[in-house]
């Protein structure tokens, strides 16, 4: 079992490591590497202010996911079990040509913040859905959400925009820039340390959070490769964008962790280790949790040895000055991809009598990990289990990984002949039986990538994904999507001159490695793994307990055929639970909308749309009347082979009770 150390409230600056605790048995269990869980500097309020939700009112949508805390969960009552059969669409926006919307719509300021397919950021009456503005963006701007903030006094409101790699503050009024920050914005690469090579503009769809009057960032590692930038956190001002703090997710020489990653002059090469997705803010505690990436690169470590902190670390870091209070590694030297795509969400449960905060973090493995989230201290027992070793040439795998004793996956972790999809055509069927008998190593969840080509499931784009998790805090529920994707991991060394040349820290025996992608969709484009292929779980994080966990969704190709019951394929639709007692949630491959009772999961009500959709909706409301937005559009995740009908028109649409039902 795995215990980090306490922290002493109160102290600060005091860098300390936890002791790394030795879990033996008859199943093989064995020592970890020494750098696993650790407590940090020790800065946290008292335990006393532990009910951290009470800071939240959880009524308005002013960021994406729904808030600074992430919960995608609203106190909004308004719909409920016993009227959400009545909802209708209120009113729907078109977003024009271009990319299909996936964007989490954003209320502040009696506005709504969407995208369009031209990639430009649209103001809206959210009653109506009229255009009040239009952006003039040049470049790229994040795809998925946008931060709104308001001064105390209300009169001013700020969306705080990453474009191209350059943070801006605009007027959430009008559109415009705002040149007083920062001269017109930061460009996120001038923070970076000296000695690493500049990469290209760093561009995210992560759009960070604030924190009064911060925002926090989180870099992208500037390259899919070897040598990439080295993707740090950083603080500015929302008012003047002066940098505040700065945290370096791959340690400086001097700094905790740095120890984990080998003692090479080629250092500043290493990156990765990126929050490319989501982060949360416990505004009460003044903590940020930030999610961590892989390092680079992705699926061969044969020249990074060691566990290469902070990568695939949950961060607990204070808001105010970046300083780490806590770590938990999740996967150590990772080789799989294996990043945290998934926002930690936070709750206070009840257990033996005793209130605890706690934070808990779903991974693409299929695994809850949860901890105090003052403390770091695991709420469950995590045991260090005896994993595969690697037969690559140079790798040094790690020969333990961190698992969760408690609560149960909420997924398979494995591929075998008996889950051979069976709507697969039999040429299909045979081939998969094939590799499975005599071809791919397939030796659980942790089987590394290999020349002949490993299983992996859940693979790296499985499990839990950005979006996908929602929870309840009032009541201590958490509801995940999971998505059931194995897939082949097949790397090939890369011999030539340039790509040693770039490799960090290379040695005559750890060439560099690159993996092909193969994703196992078959020819019906179908994953190559039975039903379900998608499920909806439920927990009760004051036990931990497994509520239910269904089949999320269907496939229109097999429900022409009587064919149901079997969960969408790769769904990107995340969850919004409400204390109406619902659960709202999306799924591409049937292109539908459902409110579930969110103790059963049964459907209470549904709609079909004529295109997919997938992200966040969100739920506000607007002179008494309860709204739900959803952005519709394009044909879904790993959909394109399935052979559904042609997408309609993307657009926003938006749905409500009849005027006057409430």
Not at 37 to 60: C, E, P
Not at 241 to 248: R, S, V
Not at 516 to 541: C, E
């Amino acid at each position: 079992m795995i215990t980090p150390s306490p922290l002493n409230a109160g102290s600060t600056g005091i860098a300390r490591r936890a002791l790394r605790i030795t879990a033996i048995s008859t199943l093989a269990l064995v020592a970890a590497a020494c750098s696993t869980t650790q407590a940090g500097t020790g800065r946290v309020n008292s335990a006393s202010s532990a009910a951290a939700s009470s800071a939240v009112d959880y009524v308005g949508w002013d960021a994406n996911l729904g808030g600074a805390e992430s919960s995608q969960y609203s106190s909004l009552d308004q719909i409920n079990r016993a009227n959400v059969s009545q909802l209708q669409v209120a009113w729907t926006y078109p977003t024009g040509e271009g990319q299909p919307p996936r964007f989490n719509p954003v209320i502040g300021g009696g506005r709504m913040y969407v995208i369009n397919g031209a990639g430009q950021l649209v103001a809206l009456n959210p009653a109506t859905g009229e255009e009040i503005w239009t952006s003039n963006f040049e470049g790229r701007i994040g795809a998925r959400g946008i931060n709104y903030w308001e001064s105390e006094d209300g009169s001013e409101g700020r969306l705080m925009v990453l474009n191209n790699g350059v943070l801006r503050a605009m007027d959430a009024s009008t559109g415009q820039f705002i040149s007083s920050f920062a001269g017109g914005g930061v460009d996120l690469r001038d923070a970076l340390p000296g000695d690493v090579v500049r990469p290209g503009p760093l561009q995210t769809d992560n759009p960070g959070r604030i924190y009064k009057n911060t925002i926090i960032m989180s870099l992208p590692a500037g390259a899919y490769d070897y040598a990439s930038a080295p993707a740090n956190i950083q603080a500015y001002d929302v008012i003047t964008g002066e940098l505040k703090w700065t945290f370096n997710t791959v340690p400086r020489e001097g700094e905790f962790g740095h120890d984990t990653w080998p003692d090479t002059e080629d250092f500043s090469k290493y990156g990765g280790v990126h929050n490319w997705s989501e982060s949360t803010v416990d505004v009460e505690n003044g903590i940020v949790f930030i999610p961590t990436g892989t390092p680079r690169y992705d699926f061969y470590g044969g020249n990074r040895e060691g566990d290469n902190l902070f990568g695939n670390s949950l961060l607990a870091l204070d808001a105010q000055t970046g300083e780490r209070l806590w770590h938990f590694q999740t996967v150590h030297h990772d080789l799989w991809d294996f990043d945290l795509p998934v926002s930690p969400k936070l709750m206070t449960i009840t257990r033996d009598g005793e209130r605890i905060p706690i934070v808990v973090q779903a991974t693409k493995q299929g695994y809850i990990f949860t901890f105090n989230r003052l403390t770091g201290e695991p709420i469950w027992p995590i045991e260090e289990m005896a994993v595969p070793a690697s037969d690559v040439p140079g790798e040094h795998a790690s020969p333990t990984q961190p698992v969760p004793t408690w609560p149960v996956p909420f997924m398979r972790q494995s591929f075998t002949e008996d889950d051979i999809n069976p709507y697969l055509p039999e040429a299909d069927q045979e081939a998969l039986r094939n590799g499975l008998r005599n071809e791919w190593r397939n030796e659980g969840i942790f089987t590394p990538p290999s020349l002949r080509g490993s299983i992996s499931m859940p693979g790296h784009n499985g499990g839990a994904n950005w979006g996908n998790v929602a929870a309840d805090p009032m009541r201590g529920r958490l509801y995940v999507v999971s998505r059931e994707l194995p897939i082949l991991l097949k790397i090939n060394p890369d011999n030539r001159p340039e790509a040693l040349e770039a490799m960090p820290n290379a040695q005559e025996d750890n060439l560099p490695y690159r993996w092909p992608v193969n994703f196992m969709l078959q020819s019906n484009g179908m994953v190559a793994i039975k039903p379900p292929f998608s499920n909806l779980t439920a927990y009760d994080m004051n036990t931990g307990e497994q509520l239910y966990s269904i089949p999320n969704g269907e496939i229109m190709t097999l429900e022409a055929q009587g064919i149901t019951g079997v969960g969408s394929q790769t769904p990107r639709g995340g969850p919004v639970a409400t204390a109406g007692g619902l659960l709202f949630v999306g799924t591409a491959t049937d292109r539908a909308f459902r409110a579930r009772d969110a103790d059963t999961g049964r459907i209470l009500w549904e709609y079909r749309f004529d295109a997919a959709t997938e992200g966040v909706p969100a739920t506000y409301m607007v002179n008494g009347r309860q709204y739900i937005t959803v952005p519709v559009g394009g044909e879904g995740h790993f959909a394109g082979g399935l052979g559904l009908p042609e997408a309609g028109e993307s657009k926003y649409v938006t749905f409500a009770l009849p005027q006057g039902s409430n």
